[in-house]
Structure formats: C-alpha cells, structure tokens
C-alpha cells in the first residue's frame, strides 16, 4: 500500500509527497513531531502537521538565514539562535569563521534530540565547542539578556503555537535590547504570496524600532509558494554596503556574493505591500 504525507498549506490548497518510511512520530510537551523518508525529499522534519525542513532543500534556508546577517555585521563574535532545533542554523553559524560563540535557545529538547538521531546533516553542528544549548523560551530568554549579542537570527516555525510570541512587536524589542548598541537580527517572515498582511506588520513594527529594516528572498520549494522571505532589521550595518570581499570562502550551495545583493532586490507586488505597510 502506499503512503503519502499530505499537508493543508491553506483552508484550500494541500501539498502531497510519497513517504517510504516514517522513521519517528511523538507528541511532545509543544507539538507533535514527526520525521519522514520521502523519496522526493529525503528525510523531512514535520511539526504540527507542516514542514519544516528537508534533507533535499534545506541549505537555500538555511545558509540564507546565517550567512546574510553575519556577513552583514563586521564583527558576529556573540550571535543568538532562537529556535532552530533541528540544528541546520547552527551549522552553518559555527562555520563562520568571526563567530567566536553562539546560543541556541530552543524550547523543545525533543526536537533536538529527534533531529540528532535521524537527521545528521543538519543537526553535526550542534555538537560544535561554540555553540551552547539552551531549552527554554526563547520569548523570555530575550528579556534576560540585555546589551549581549551582535547578531540574533529567529529560525521559527509559523506563528502557531509556542512560536506566535516571535512575531510580535513586543518579542522584536526584546530582541533589540538583547542586540548591542551596533547589533543586528534577522526572522523567517514567511511566505510574500500567502503572507503579506503578516510581513506588512513585521515590517511596519521594525520600522518603530530599527533605523535599518530589509527583507531579503530565498526559495524553499516545500514551503507554500516556493518563495520564501527573510526579514532583516539593524541598528546600524546595512546588508546592502556589504562587498564581495567581506564574503569568507566557504564552502556554499546556493549563497554567494551575487545572491546576497541580489536576495534584496524585490518584486514589485512585494515592494507595494512594503509602501503601504
Ligand atoms: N526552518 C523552519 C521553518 O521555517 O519552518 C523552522 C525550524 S525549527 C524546527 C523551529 C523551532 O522553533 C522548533 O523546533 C520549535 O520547537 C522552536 N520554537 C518554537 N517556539 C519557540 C520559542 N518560543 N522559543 C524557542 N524555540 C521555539
């Protein structure tokens, strides 16, 4: 018999891929967690009945949420993760070369430990000496933290669950005093063609507390339209100054110098719903 993981990405519109094995389903203490063997995909980490990531395309995510914002700053010495438990964030934060440490505040240590054991390339960063694990609420861990980090990038699933507060204008001023005086921070803010009232209120929310606020595209082919959409917000390094010389030579798979220039260039549907926010 087959089997099929089907997703409602809306109240109209559902996402099917062929499962060959479902390697691991629970229901923690947040959500319910699951990991897949898709034949399309790889291995798939599913919470709440959405993807969060797979193995096939989960470097165009994640090496846009890290790399972006780190080279933006000249110096991401001390950098925050919030969420992010399946590890893939921080295995590209650690590789940085300027990252001299990073915490990542997770509020489900079972995501961590699932992700551990079924999905090796995303979570081989977090056994790195740099990175310290934290399980708590990333929404208080903010609050305790003031003046600390240079960069603080919010690897958050929808804003459903435990993950709403990261949306939300008083979660975002957490975030910027936890910033230093010259720090900067980037969020997943969705989908531009199924969430544009949400990355409007973001944006309109960053604007009162940042000087600096850009969103940036990536494209996650199992997320809900494809394209996907960073928010950046800093209080004083512009993404857009930065010089193809100030890009280590890592080893990328899809950022470089020309896509980080280039992720900042907007449609135009998506540069009037940034006007009228
Ligand atoms: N890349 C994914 C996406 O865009 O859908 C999200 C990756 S990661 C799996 C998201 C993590 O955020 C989850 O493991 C979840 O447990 C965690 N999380 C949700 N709310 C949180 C909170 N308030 N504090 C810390 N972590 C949280």
């Known amino acids: 018999m087959e089997l099929w993981y089907t997703e409602n990405q809306n109240d109209d519109l559902r996402f099917s891929c062929r499962v060959t094995r479902t390697l691991h389903v629970e229901k923690t203490p947040f959500q319910h967690l ?18 969060q990531t797979t193995v096939w395309d989960e470097f165009m995510y994640h090496e846009m949420i890290a790399h972006v914002p780190l080279n933006t700053h000249p110096r ?13 964030t921080a295995r590209e934060v650690v590789r940085h070369p300027k990252v001299k440490s990073a915490v990542m505040v997770e509020i489900d240590e079972r995501v961590i430990a699932v992700s551990r054991q079924y999905l090796p390339e995303l979570s081989q960063g977090l056994d790195d000496p740099k990175l310290e694990l934290r399980i708590e609420d990333g929404i208080e ?5 003031p003046g600390e980090y240079d960069v603080i990038l919010i690897d ?3 804003p459903i669950g435990p993950a709403k507060g990261l949306f939300g204008r008083q979660f975002y001023e957490g975030v910027a005093a936890a910033l230093k005086e010259d ?3 980037v969020a997943q803010t969705e989908s531009p063609l199924f969430n544009a009232d949400l990355i409007a209120e973001i944006y309109r929310n960053l604007r009162e507390i940042f000087p600096i606020v850009r969103l940036y595209l990536t494209y ?11 928010t950046l917000a800093s209080k004083k390094y512009d993404p857009l100054e930065v010089k193809p010389e100030d890009i280590p030579p890592l080893s990328y798979r899809y950022y470089n110098a020309e896509i980080h220039r280039a992720a900042f260039a907007l449609p135009q549907f998506l540069q009037e719903i940034l006007r009228r926010a």
Request: proline share 9%; net charge negative.
């Open 183 to 185: 720090g900067l921070f």
């Open 141 to 145: 861990y903010v609050t305790k933290h």
């Open 220 to 230: 996650v082919p199992t997320y809900p339209g494809g394209m996907w959409s960073f």
């Open 156 to 158: 958050s699933p929808d």
């Open 34 to 51: 699951a990991v897949l063997e898709t034949p399309c995909f790889g291995r798939v980490l599913v919470l709440d009945g959405i993807v």
């Open 76 to 88: 991401p010495e001390k950098v925050l993760i919030i969420g992010g438990g399946d590890g893939g």
